[in-house]
């Protein structure tokens, strides 16, 4: 008999906290496990191999404990690790679990967000440079221009706990003039970190008005659901309790901290080696 249990959340640290909101939004009933490699990121900067490694490491641990379903919240690790987990490993471990990732269901959403058939996208150097966002959308939508910039600083200031200073708006002002400056039909932009949520007060004051922001979180979450209705397989293996548990690799009471703000709730974390 197969076992249920929770849906795996995973992502490099903090940045997953934005997609697990709003899927909680969307399914409250559903237990989950949230599992944040915080003393390893970011990944953005790591090599594929070094992302695909300890993102295998990361899905191990959240089946072992019980997750039939993983949602890796994570672009880096989508871009970078999914399709090896998917057709590789998967297979070998347990053919009838599953491992989702953040960037298809992005895409999918772009077709009916831009007007101007051209998007922005911002992420880390690692998601920028694996392409994944320009191929997955070049496949759905030929017609939209994608144009990527990586800013390898936002995620550090996340991940340190400095979203709302000077410092961060300063980061964030220059890659956006950056971008914006050199292509003015943007009308639509992806955030494709899911660190970067937690800094969107800043991005939103510096983008030019009218930009429409995607909401990564609402779009995993809404896909998510039409996923699981159309595999009552999966769906039928979630446990239903509405609770969360929270584990990072990291000192948990750092972790606690901003999780606790973010989620809008007190969390508790347990520290976990990988
Ligand atoms: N939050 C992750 C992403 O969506 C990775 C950030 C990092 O660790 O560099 O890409």
């Known amino acids: 008999m197969q076992i249920s249990g929770p849906i795996g959340v995973f992502d490099s640290g903090y940045g997953g906290l934005s997609i697990l909101r709003e899927i909680h939004k969307h399914l409250p009933q559903a237990d989950y496990i949230y599992l944040g490699d915080n003393a390893r990121a970011p990944y953005g900067t790591r090599s594929f191999d070094l ?5 295998l490491q990361a899905v191990k641990e959240l089946f072992s404990r ?7 919240a994570c672009n880096t690790a989508s871009a970078k690790a999914l399709r090896s987990i998917q057709q590789r490993d998967l297979p070998a471990i347990d053919p009838d679990r599953r491992v989702l990732g953040v960037i298809r269901p992005t895409a999918e959403a772009i077709g009916q967000a831009t007007k ?5 996208l911002f992420a880390t150097p690692g998601t920028v440079a694996s392409q994944s966002y320009d191929m997955e959308i070049g496949k759905l939508y030929p017609d939209v221009e994608v144009h990527s910039h990586a800013c390898p600083m936002w995620v550090p200031l996340v991940e340190n706990l400095e979203t709302n200073n000077p ?12 971008l914006f400056g050199s292509h003015k039909d943007i009308d639509t932009l992806i955030l ?5 949520p937690l800094l969107l007060s800043s991005i939103e004051r510096h983008v030019p008005k009218g930009t429409k922001i995607l909401n990564q979180g609402e779009i995993t979450a809404i896909s998510l659901k039409d996923y699981l209705k159309r595999h009552p397989e999966i769906n039928r293996r979630i446990t239903r309790n509405g609770t969360i548990q929270y584990f990072t690799t990291e000192h948990p009471d750092k972790f606690n901290t901003l999780a606790s703000v973010f989620m809008g709730r007190p969390v508790e974390a347990n520290k976990i080696v990988l």
């Not at 992302?51 to 993102?55: A, G, L, Q």
């Not at 410092?167 to 950056?178: E, L, V, W």
């Open 51 to 55: 992302v695909y490694e300890f993102t």
């Open 116 to 120: 101007s058939r051209s998007v922005g």
């Open 192 to 196: 494709g970190c899911t660190h970067y």
């Open 66 to 72: 019980g997750c039939n379903l993983v949602i890796l």
């Open 167 to 178: 410092g961060a708006d300063y980061f964030i002002k220059k890659d956006i003039d950056s």
